[in-house]
C-alpha cells in the first residue's frame, strides 16, 4: 500500500502578497509520498480526497497556516484521515441546527461586559445539556460570535494571542467581546 500524506512546498511569498490567498493555500506547491507532484491546492485536496487523506491537514495532521506556523488539524482531529474529517464535518452540522444564532444571542444579552468564547460556549454547552466532546460547541459558537461581530452586534476586544504574518493574519485562542452598544 502506498502511503498519500502530502507536504506542502512554500514559495517565495511576496511582501505584498494578499493575505488570504496564504492562509488558503496559495504560494505553495505540493509533493505526495506516492511521488505525485500537484500544481496547487485544489489538486492536492483532490488527490487527498481520492486516497482518503483529510482535504484540510492533506494526510500530515497538521494544519501548516503560513511559514514557520502549523498547528494540529481541527478539522480531522489530527489523524489526517478523511473518515475522522466527515465525522466532524457532520458533527459540525447538528451543532449549526442546535446552537442557532438566536440562542447565543439569547445567552449572551444579559452579559453586560466583556465575555469570552469559552464562558459563551460551556453556557450553551449546559443550556442543550451536551456532555463535552458530544458536538465541536466551540467551533461553532465562535462562528455565530463573528457573524454577530460582523453584524455590528458584538466589538472584539481582545488582542491577538499571536500575529502569524504581520497584523493581518493573527491568532485568537479564547477571545474576548462585547456588545456593541457598551
Not at 506556523?69 to 474529517?85: N, V
Not at 453586560?112 to 445539556?129: E, I, K, M
Not at 466551540?138 to 452586534?153: F, I, K, N, S, W
Request: hydrophobic share 40%; net charge negative.
Amino acid at each position: 500500500m502506498k502511503k498519500h500524506t502530502i507536504t506542502a512546498l512554500w514559495n517565495d511569498i511576496p511582501d505584498d502578497a494578499d493575505d488570504l490567498l496564504v492562509v488558503r493555500g496559495g504560494f505553495r506547491s505540493y509533493l505526495c509520498l506516492c511521488g505525485k507532484h500537484l500544481a496547487d491546492r485544489d489538486a492536492a485536496e483532490l488527490h487527498a480526497m481520492e486516497t482518503n487523506q483529510c482535504t484540510t491537514c492533506l494526510g500530515t495532521a497538521t494544519e501548516q497556516i503560513v511559514p514557520n506556523f502549523s498547528q494540529r488539524c481541527t478539522s480531522c482531529a489530527g489523524t489526517g484521515r478523511r473518515k475522522a474529517q466527515l465525522s466532524w464535518e457532520l458533527a459540525y452540522a447538528e451543532a449549526e441546527a442546535a446552537i442557532t444564532v438566536d440562542l447565543v444571542r439569547s445567552l449572551i444579552t444579559p452579559l453586560t461586559g466583556p465575555f469570552q468564547l469559552s464562558q459563551v460556549a460551556d453556557t450553551v454547552r449546559a443550556v442543550l445539556g451536551l456532555p463535552v466532546g458530544r458536538l465541536p460547541v466551540g467551533p461553532r459558537v465562535r462562528d455565530v460570535l463573528r457573524q454577530l461581530e460582523a453584524a455590528g452586534e458584538l466589538v472584539l476586544v481582545s488582542a491577538p494571542d499571536e500575529l502569524l504574518r504581520g497584523t493581518t493574519v493573527v491568532l485568537y485562542r479564547d477571545p474576548y467581546w462585547q456588545h456593541a452598544s457598551e
